[in-house]
Antibody, heavy 121, light 108 residues
Framework: QVQLVQSGAEVKKPGSSVKVSCKAS????????ISWVRQAPGQGLEWMGG????????NYAQKFQGRVTITADESTSTAYMELSSLRSEDTAVYFC??????????????WGQGTLVTVSS | EIVLTQSPGTLSLSPGERATLSCRAS???????LAWYQQKPGQAPRLLIY???SRATGIPDRFSGSGSGTDFTLTISRLEPEDFAVYYC?????????FGQGTRLEIK
């Protein structure tokens, strides 16, 4: 079965960028959407955007347009989420999650273990 | 975007009791595109139910989902100790996919 393993925790300064990786193993990668969902401390879940690797197209939530870039490397079955112009409100756990084939409009299963990104001066 | 409102915010019950969690959408959602997740502290969410009533792989049959239009329900027939967690509904009919704010199920 598919497993998603994310990169480790990050501490970043305001104004900088962070890039989080999500490596898939145990299943097909290219035609399944990978989405990124974040969770601020003590808060709910917020979809940021997603990508279908084989299509090479990404979709983003309007809130994050211009600040987030989601990419995928089919050769290593790895998806990436880069968030720029970081501010303290971006402190959160960032999850990757797999959807269904060919669309980023998805239910999510399975999920990565999460990556804590802390933005602090 | 579609706003999902979950109620109650917190539900206090005892093991063995029945739990009923509600999710109301700001506009109609096709039953094909409504999911429920369980999240325990320090863990990623886990898919329980998709398509309103289909259980995900490995989910016990004490979990069931129902509903249509703007009103959806997750029912846990007999609570086990491991069921105490936060539950989220999610719609994936229209972009962006959105989640409810969660219902915390706590031990009474």
């Amino acid at each position: 079965q598919v497993q998603l393993v994310q990169s480790g925790a990050e501490v970043k300064k305001p104004g900088s960028s962070v890039k989080v990786s999500c490596k898939a193993s145990g299943g097909t990668f290219s035609n399944y959407a990978i989405s990124w969902v974040r969770q601020a401390p003590g808060q709910g879940l917020e979809w940021m955007g997603g990508i279908v690797p084989i299509l090479g197209t990404s979709n983003y939530a309007q809130k994050f347009q211009g600040r987030v870039t989601i990419t995928a490397d089919e050769s290593t079955s790895t998806a990436y989420m880069e968030l720029s112009s970081l501010r303290s409100e971006d402190t959160a756990v960032y999850f990757c999650a797999r959807g269904v084939p060919y669309t980023t409009l998805n239910r999510f299963d399975p999920w990565g273990q999460g990556t804590l990104v802390t933005v602090s001066s | 975007e579609i706003v999902l409102t979950q109620s109650p915010g917190t539900l206090s019950l005892s093991p063995g009791e029945r739990a009923t969690l509600s999710c109301r959408a700001s506009q109609s959602v096709s039953a094909r595109y409504l999911a429920w997740y369980q999240q325990k502290p320090g863990q990623a969410p886990r898919l329980l139910i998709y398509g309103t009533s289909s259980r995900a792989t490995g989910i016990p049959d004490r979990f069931s989902g129902s509903g249509s239009g703007t009103d959806f329900t997750l029912t846990i027939s007999r609570l086990e100790p491991e069921d105490f967690a936060v539950y989220y509904c999610q719609q994936y009919e229209s972009s962006p996919p959105t989640f409810g704010q969660g219902t915390r199920l706590e031990i009474k």
